[in-house]
């Protein structure tokens, strides 16, 4: 037989679903990875979905998604973000953020193109930047996870075409204070590229901090591609729900692509979202709190075992380092589920300067995180 896709076969399978698999078949196994609220969707998102499917909404839908869930999108990016996005021409539903990331890799890049971003970053960036044929540049990050302005701006090429930052971020936690965005907006602007940034954690922000959306700050709407989802603050990632707020020229540029490659996204699912949107974020509050109670455990119980571990600002993931163990994160991460039963995710797999490190995900309940810390101790005095 003929040889399949290189740039697919070349890349590796996601560890984050390979754990998955394993936690699926134990049920010893106390998962820190993956990815999901464990929280249920609200009501109204579920009877939205519902009541469309009774009513035999089971058609295709509009590719850019159904006029009135555009126009609540509208009001969202106006109230919570100061995005001033026209739903007739700069918003597009996608299947969740990661459609979403794949429009945006597919209508702004050209082969031998360059983008920037600091590493450790949400993996998925690494992928379609091979599969887009993106030259991808990481610049390390500080030891705190901020961002390393100075190098970001000495990355610069002729061929740089965009910038790309996730705040709050998986998997550090970090979150851009104002000043930072600010620093990152300059040199966007200073050297004309686009910036895209991904705000699908922009509700999960820990000791006051606030989100800024970049499209909101002067002159960056025509810039800057605003990526969400449903999926974190719904609790909702199987709705495969997400959008991109943009301009014209890059909506309708998506647009053609979405045609002709997923032709729209699941029309009564659309519905749940729009009721998800008519909601008051008060039902979050509690959420949130119950977030920082467990991001407060994983914190400090860590701390106390001696790893080197920065207190995450956002979303809802822990980074440790373990240099003084000596042994990379790959075999920590393995070798953790074989005695322990406990799933986390190694280091290596959110880029180059990250091999020693951990990726905890402490959107789990309480006790099991207090379980999975215990058996963390425990594996870590044997070493
Ligand atoms: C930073 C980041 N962007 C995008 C996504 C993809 O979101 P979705 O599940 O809506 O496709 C994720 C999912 O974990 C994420 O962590």
Redesign the pocket.
Same mark, same amino acid.
């Given at each position: 037989m003929k040889e399949l896709s290189k740039k697919i076969i070349n890349s590796p399978k996601s560890k984050i679903r390979e754990l998955f698999d394993l936690a699926a078949g134990r049920s010893d196994v106390i998962s820190l990875g993956i990815?999901q609220p464990d929280f249920s969707t609200p009501q109204p998102a579920i009877e939205g979905a519902i009541n469309a499917l009774k009513k035999k909404i089971t058609y295709y839908a509009p590719t850019k998604g159904i006029p009135e869930l555009l126009q609540q999108l509208e009001i969202k990016l106006k109230d919570k973000n100061k995005i001033n996005a026209k739903w007739e021409e700069n918003i597009l539903l996608s299947?969740?953020?990661?459609?979403? /990331?794949n429009l945006t890799f597919a209508s702004i890049f050209n082969p031998g193109d360059e983008l920037v971003i600091s590493s450790p970053n949400?993996i998925?960036y690494f992928y379609l930047s091979a599969f887009f044929d993106v030259k991808l540049v990481e610049i390390e990050r500080k030891s705190d996870f901020s961002p390393d302005i100075e190098k970001l701006k000495d990355s610069i090429t002729p061929k740089t075409k965009a910038i790309l930052i996730?705040s709050p971020?998986?998997p550090t936690g970090y979150s851009l204070n104002r000043n930072e965005l600010e620093e990152i907006v300059d040199i966007v602007k200073t050297h004309d590229l686009y910036l895209i940034s991904?705000e699908?954690?922009e509700n999960y922000l820990y000791d006051g901090s606030k989100h800024t959306s970049p499209a909101s700050l002067k002159d960056m709407f025509e810039r800057t591609i605003t /990526?969400n989802?449903?999926?974190?603050l719904y609790s909702a990632?199987g709705f495969?729900l997400?959008y991109i707020a943009a301009n014209k020229e890059i909506i309708e540029t998506m647009e053609k692509y979405h045609q002709y490659t997923v032709a729209g996204t699941n029309h009564p699912a659309q519905y749940g979202f729009l009721e998800a949107l008519k909601m008051d974020n008060g039902f979050f509050d509690e959420i949130l709190r119950s977030f920082d109670k467990r991001r407060l455990l994983v914190y400090n119980r860590l701390k106390e075992m001696n790893f080197e571990v920065v207190k995450p600002k956002g979303?809802f993931y822990i980074m440790p380092r373990i240099k003084e163990y000596n042994i990379t994160g790959a075999e920590f991460s393995e070798r953790i589920m074989r005695d322990q039963a406990v799933a986390i995710v190694p280091g290596n797999i959110f880029g180059s300067f990250s091999e020693s490190m951990l990726r905890m995900s402490y959107a789990t309940k309480l006790e099991k995180l207090e379980e999975a810390m215990n058996r963390i101790e425990k594996f870590v005095r044997k070493l």
């Open positions: 990815g299947n969740g953020g990661s459609q979403a /990331l949400f998925s996730n971020n998986n991904d699908v954690y /990526l989802a449903m999926s974190k990632t495969r997400g979303a």
